[in-house]
């Protein structure tokens, strides 16, 4: 069992800034980050695998959020800047704690096998 324990949210002005830690309580493959906002479905928006700190984005925050980890502490950050209005949601931690293999994306909720509790971000304009 692993528990993620989330932070960093929060309300900022359009262009700000704010970034997110996600602590795992134990080993991971993979670690990623969703958002929902209301009424919306579940987006993806960025992951790292742990093994070789290969990252990926979701398109709509490409060039804007930076997903980085600090292996010794088993954390990942979630930088944003830039922030606009239609970034608020509640921002999801996810873990991976299987092997991966080829077509394993970690772009997908399915992949991941335990979650944070979330926390809000609301971009004001």
């Known amino acids: 069992q692993v528990q993620l324990v989330e932070s960093g949210g929060g309300l900022v002005q359009a262009g700000g800034s704010l970034r997110l830690s996600c602590a795992a309580s134990?080993?991971?493959?993979?670690m990623g980050w969703f958002r929902q906002a209301p009424g919306q479905e579940r987006e993806f928006v960025a992951r790292i695998k742990w093994s070789d700190g290969r990252t990926l984005y979701g398109e709509s925050v490409k060039g804007r959020f930076t997903i980085s980890r600090d292996n010794a502490r088993n954390t990942v950050y979630l930088q944003m800047i830039t922030l606009k209005p239609e970034d608020t949601a509640v921002y999801y931690c996810?873990?991976?704690?299987?092997?991966?293999?080829?077509?394993?994306?970690?772009?997908?909720?399915?992949?991941?096998?335990?979650w944070g509790q979330g926390t809000q971000v609301t971009v004001s304009s």
């Open positions: 134990g080993r991971t493959t993979g």
């Open positions: 996810a873990a991976r704690t299987r092997g991966l293999v080829m077509s394993t994306t970690l772009a997908v909720g399915a992949q991941y096998d335990y």
